[in-house]
């Protein structure tokens, strides 16, 4: 079982920049790949970006491909998302995820957890 608590999100003006992060509980951190996910007011939820269980590898949606980091900190049990020249299309709800998996196609599975989410609106 993993828990995961969000953090950073907040009301930025368009251009501006915000670092979610994601705390999780659980000795095994290290071997799940991290997930950022989000949901804007009336749509479906979808990914954002991606990490490896070692953080040598990460993949993004093509939305916020150059603007979006994600990154881990495993002795911190934390995955981060830096967000920079954030627009008014970036307004939703954010969620970070978990998902047991050590190989290179991680970013393709399904999360196993999932956590409470964190607001970010961008004002235009």
């Known amino acids: 079982q993993v828990q995961l608590v969000e953090s950073g999100g907040g009301l930025v003006q368009a251009g501006g920049s915000l670092r979610l992060s994601c705390a999780a509980s659980?000795?095994?951190?290290?071997?799940?790949?991290m997930d950022w996910f989000r949901q804007a007011p009336g749509k479906e939820r979808v990914f954002v970006a991606a990490i490896s269980w070692s953080g040598d590898s990460t993949y993004y949606a093509d939305s916020v491909k150059g603007r979006f980091t994600i990154s881990r900190d495993n002795a911190k049990n934390t995955v981060y998302l830096q967000m920079d020249s954030l627009k008014a299309e970036d307004t939703a709800v954010y969620y970070c995820a978990a998902k047991a998996s050590t190989d290179s196609y991680y970013y393709q599975y399904e999360p196993d957890y999932w956590g409470q989410g964190t607001q970010v609106t961008v004002s235009s």
């Open positions: 659980g000795r095994t951190f290290s071997t799940y790949a």
